[in-house]
């Protein structure tokens, strides 16, 4: 009886998307001059704020390596950071705190870090890019994009800029709530941080309505 090969075994490769400058060519046939990439991260965290970022890129600038900052290493990304606050038409930030969160909820929270990002810029837009599918509470011509901050070089430099940001002060709040391993998980919910909870309680910082936060709540752990 003939034995069978063996099926090969079929490998996925993740692919590194390459930004372009698809959506904003797009937004210019479409009039627009002042176009804004925004993105927000910190979502996921059970520690600290949202953070959002807004930026008008000047007219295909040249930004290579320019990616979603989830893709990027940290010394990448802090090199685009400063490249692309350098050539920006104009950049800001803004962050919603953890008692904000628990108030409106994260997805709320998101929209408002994004628009007062938006505020914040010396150069009003007449048109955004946003990552994700949510729109925002603003008076101009908006595009969703998913998968936006991995597509959109205005996203993506916007995506940047926030990242940076956070962990830069999630990493200040770490000597501030030692024990957490902040540093390290950037207030993620890892093992080490759920575990840390668990010993230590939540701190001021920690998003109270989150599960992992609020079942510690509930159990009548005090604060730290």
């Known amino acids: 009886m003939p034995v069978a090969s063996p099926k090969k075994r079929q490998v996925s490769i993740p692919v590194k998307q390459v930004c372009g400058w ?29 953070v959002a970022a807004a930026v008008i890129l000047p007219h295909e600038a040249k930004l290579d390596g320019l990616t979603d900052s989830k893709q990027l290493g940290e010394e990448e990304r802090i090199r685009l950071d400063r490249v692309v606050r350098e050539v920006a038409v104009a950049w800001a930030i803004a962050e919603v705190d953890a008692a904000t969160i628990d ?13 007062l990002a938006v505020e914040r810029l010396s150069h009003a837009p007449d048109c955004l890019l946003i990552d994700g599918n949510q729109r925002i509470e603003w008076e101009c011509s908006q ?6 901050d991995a597509r959109c070089l205005s996203i993506a430099a916007a995506s940047v800029i926030a990242k940076v940001y956070r962990d830069r002060i999630i990493g200040e709040l770490d000597a501030k709530y030692p024990g957490y391993g902040l540093k390290r998980n950037m207030g993620y919910p890892t093992a080490s941080h759920r575990a840390a909870l668990l010993r230590l309680g939540p701190t001021e910082l920690h998003r109270r309505s989150f599960r992992g936060v609020v079942d510690l709540c509930a159990s009548g752990l005090s604060s730290a």
Do not use: C, H, W, Y
């Open 103 to 115: 108030r409106i909820n994260i997805l709320q929270a998101s929209r408002l870090a994004m628009r």
């Open 143 to 148: 595009r969703t994009i998913v998968k936006g």
């Open 22 to 50: 698809e959506f904003e060519l797009a937004a210019r046939a479409s009039g627009a001059e002042r176009i804004a990439g925004l993105d927000e991260v910190g979502r996921g965290p059970l520690f600290g704020p949202v």
